[in-house]
Every structure is written in structure tokens, then in C-alpha cells.
């Protein structure tokens, strides 16, 4: 009967549409440790992206192509200019950034949509030491220079393979991404 309900109108077994949760087998590794309280707990997994900017990844996932990291900035200014191929949700954690192209501000404990095309310049003010905010991005990020012409391009796989080569370089060795990886 796990796998079914009971039809209120005739008292019979139907199919459930969900099974309960004390149903559901988790597989090894599927439930993350909690990543967001301890996200300054070990310095070392934050994967550098530039000077001042890196990130933590949660959880790559590479079957259906989205990603879930946190955005450290530790330095104020234009961050850069972009635009999505698909939609991403932002959860603001500490400090505060925006778009110059918006007017308003995204600040801890906000939220903010950003649509897939829309071009934008994220810009951490000076009075901010640090900013951590927490992306879920479906699909890539395309790095525009002054022109609008594509200078660069990321994306899960990416992602995947700077985490690879930082784990490595710091000794966790290059299979320790496969613990954010779907």
C-alpha cells in the first residue's frame, strides 16, 4: 500500500501521485551537508574565480544543467557584465550588490530574479567588505566586454572543471568535486 492512496469515493487503491516521504530512498550522497551555515568554516573550498571573487559550489548539476553555488566578493566595483541563457534565482546572504542597469538593491536576506537574456553589471558598492550571495543558475553566464561583444562563458561544466583543478591544486585531489556533482 506504500505506493498507493485510498480513493475516498469508493474505498479502493489508486496509484499515489506522490509517495509519502517516509517512502523515498535517498541515495548515498544525494543530501548535502548544510552548506550555508558553515560557508566560512573552510576558507580552502572556495574556488577563486578572479581577483577578490570565488565561489562554493552546492550542488552541479550536470544532467540537467544548472548550478548551485555561493559568490564570494571581497572587492567592491563592476564585478561584470552579462547576460543568462536561462533563469536564475539569487539569495543575497551577507553585504548587498545590484545592477547599475536596475534600481534596486539586493541585501541580505532579499531575493532577486534574474530573466534568461536580460543584460546586466553587477556592482558591489565601496562600503561593502563582502558579499556572499547564493545563485542557482539554469544554463551559462556569457561575460560581455564595453561593446557587447562575448568575451567569456561558464556554466556547470565549467564550473565543474575550475573545481577540479583548485581541489587538485590544493591537495583534496580532483575527485573531491564529484560530492556536488548530479
Known amino acids: 500500500m506504500r505506493d498507493q492512496v485510498i480513493n475516498r469515493n469508493n474505498g479502493k487503491p489508486e496509484p499515489a501521485a506522490f509517495a509519502h516521504p517516509r517512502h523515498f530512498h535517498i541515495a548515498n550522497g544525494l543530501v548535502l551537508p548544510n552548506m550555508i551555515s558553515g560557508m566560512e568554516d573552510d576558507d580552502h573550498l572556495w574556488v577563486p574565480q578572479s581577483e577578490g ?70 556592482f558591489v558598492p565601496e562600503d561593502v567588505t563582502e558579499m556572499i550571495t547564493l545563485f542557482h543558475a539554469t544554463g551559462g553566464y556569457v561575460y560581455l566586454n564595453d561593446q557587447g561583444t562575448a568575451i567569456g562563458y561558464e556554466d556547470v561544466f565549467t564550473k565543474i572543471e575550475s573545481c577540479r583543478a583548485h581541489y587538485e591544486r590544493i591537495g583534496l585531489g580532483a575527485d573531491y568535486v564529484n560530492r556536488f556533482v548530479r
Open 53 to 122: 571573487v570565488s565561489f562554493k559550489p552546492i550542488m552541479l548539476h550536470a544532467t540537467q544543467g544548472y548550478f548551485i553555488n555561493l559568490l564570494r566578493v571581497r572587492r567592491s566595483g563592476v564585478l561584470s557584465v552579462h547576460h543568462h541563457t536561462g533563469p536564475v534565482h539569487a539569495f543575497p546572504l551577507k553585504g548587498r550588490w545590484y545592477y547599475l542597469e536596475h534600481d534596486w538593491v539586493a541585501e541580505a536576506g532579499g531575493y532577486a530574479f534574474e530573466p534568461p537574456g536580460e543584460i546586466h553589471t553587477l
